[in-house]
């Protein structure tokens, strides 16, 4: 068993992606060929954002963002600890502070009612990861945000095709009559917004694993702000505002025409992938409750979904379970072992003891094989192979 399963996946979508790779090989527009521009105009209609920016990975896509918003050395965004460490490291390298302020232990995600005490006259952004697949509370981290003047950046690199639907509207709206489209809407027809398109900017990253890969790496900028996005597709190309006039410092970040390609490719199928993505989630948590009661799942709120780029539980004794489980042929990974404030690259930022529920996650979560193409039969295997390994 794979962990992720992109075999099935490329056999599913092989005369399709194949295609699409000849024809930019015939064209030869390597660097921002007409797929660029294509999957940027896909990618923006499916998120509802204005603008999407293609860049070279998820990486780039928090480090340009940062640049955008120009920090001044000492600036600081506040973050989640409990991340990999792209998060922080860009914050850093844009000449940013990173102010770690801790988890929900249910979520893992930034505790939105934590942040509030972290801001200084020095902050200029919030920085809220969808760890595994979900947003964290991004109407209150909004709020908090316009309160204090500063941009959110939502590192959206596991939840791209995720759903929020956010406080229920009031009795008044409710009851009135509302469209929207089945694939956006609930039962009853509340409609949802998607991931990377709930906050100044969203950034994802196409990195194979993620729940929209490439075949490389590559990633992508959301926001409706003309300005901003405007500053960011400048940034992409060194700063340049028309050839060879470099308005601004900026970076080579952008995404190769071939990997664009292979991203609509992929958008065949995706809006199946997310639908079987998250009857995958529900039906993990529903056998795993029957099969070992009292393990700990994690919490999905009920105003959003959860695209699981990882389908991750919590445990004891972590080693010995994994190693019962890779006995019995079930991989597994852990995202992450090290809070980043106990990385030694970060721990300057925040004492050891801080961020309790950050360290507590660390200790014990583990993520199970999960992707689209997951079957059945996989998922039942791997639910009796962790009730023997805890049993
Ligand atoms: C994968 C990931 C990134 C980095 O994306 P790359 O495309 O690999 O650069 C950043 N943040 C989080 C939370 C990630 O999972």
Not at 66 to 76: F, I, S, V, Y
Not at 167 to 174: E, F, G, I, K
Not at 241 to 248: A, F, G, N, P, V
Request: glycine fraction near 8%; hydrophobic fraction near 45%.
């Amino acid at each position: 068993m794979d962990f992720i399963d992109l075999k099935s996946q490329y056999a599913a979508l092989r005369d399709n992606i194949n295609a699409r790779i000849q024809k930019v090989l015939d064209h030869g527009q390597y660097i921002l060929g007409p797929e660029v521009r294509e999957m940027e105009e896909a990618l923006a209609a499916y998120t509802g954002a204005k603008h999407c920016i293609s860049v070279a990975s998820g990486t780039e896509a928090l480090l340009i963002c940062l640049m955008a918003l120009e920090l001044r050395p000492g600036d600081e965004v506040i973050t989640s600890p409990f991340t990999f460490a792209a998060t922080a490291e860009m914050i850093v390298l844009a000449g940013g502070v990173p102010v770690f302020v801790d988890i929900e232990p249910g979520t893992a995600n930034l505790d939105a009612t934590l942040i509030e005490a972290a801001i200084t006259a020095k902050t200029r952004a919030i920085m809220p990861v969808s760890l595994y697949g979900q947003v964290a509370d991004m109407d209150a981290i909004n709020a908090i945000a316009a309160r204090h003047g500063l941009a959110v950046i939502e590192d959206a690199a596991q939840s791209f095709g995720a759903t929020y639907y956010g406080a229920p509207a009031p009795p008044s709206a409710a009851a009135a009559p509302r469209g929207g489209s089945p694939a956006l809407g609930r039962p009853g027809g509340e409609r949802g917004r998607k991931s990377c398109n709930l906050s100044t900017f969203g950034c994802t990253s196409f990195f194979p694993s993620k729940p929209l890969g490439c075949y490389g790496d590559g990633g992508a900028i959301f926001t409706s702000d003309d300005a901003l996005a405007q500053a960011c597709r400048e940034i992409r190309t060194h700063g340049q505002s028309q050839r060879y006039l470099h308005t601004r410092v900026g970076v080579g970040g952008r995404m190769d025409t071939l990997q664009c390609a292979v991203v609509l490719g992929k958008l065949e199928r995706f809006e199946w992938e997310v639908s079987r993505r998250l009857a995958l989630g529900e039906a993990y948590g529903a056998k795993l409750k029957a099969a070992v009661p009292g393990l700990q799942l994690l919490q999905v709120k009920a105003d959003r979904d959860c695209v699981w780029a990882q389908y991750t539980v919590f445990v004891d004794d972590r080693e010995a379970v994994q190693a019962r489980l890779k006995a019995a042929g079930i991989p597994t990974a852990v995202h992450y072992p090290r809070p980043l404030h106990h990385q030694p690259a970060y721990a300057r930022y925040a004492a050891a003891d801080a961020c309790p529920h950050s360290l507590a996650a660390a200790a014990r979560v583990l993520s199970l094989p999960m992707s689209a193409d997951l079957t059945e039969a996989q998922q039942d295997q791997v639910v009796a192979a962790l009730a023997a390994a805890l049993g």
